[in-house]
């Protein structure tokens, strides 16, 4: 995965993501606009097939890079609690 970043205001960061998919970023978006802080989140690409993709988020208070690092702790962490129940569910049918 390769990060660069296309525009940094007080308010708004978009970045363009080189290596993924929306099997990445629609987790973040969809968590990023449960945020109320968070005036608009989405990401984009110029085509299905592209490589790359773009990550924008407009928020009304606080820093856009901080809300997104919030979004990204709250989905590893979903997904910890996911990966220990599931291990604990299959252990215990064993």
């Not at 989405?42 to 490589?51: A, F, G, I, V």
């Not at 709250?74 to 215990?92: H, V």
């Amino acid at each position: 995965m390769e990060l660069r970043t296309i525009k940094k205001t007080a308010k708004e960061l978009e970045l363009e993501i080189t290596g993924e998919t929306e099997t990445l970023l629609n987790p973040i978006t969809e968590v990023l606009l449960e945020y109320d802080d968070v005036d608009y989140a989405s990401y984009m690409s110029d085509h299905p097939e592209s490589k790359r993709r773009r990550l924008y988020i407009r928020v009304k208070k606080g820093k856009p890079e901080e809300i997104l690092k919030k979004a990204v702790k709250q989905l590893e962490d979903e997904i910890k609690t996911f990966s220990k129940n599931f291990s604990t569910k299959t252990k215990s049918k064993k």
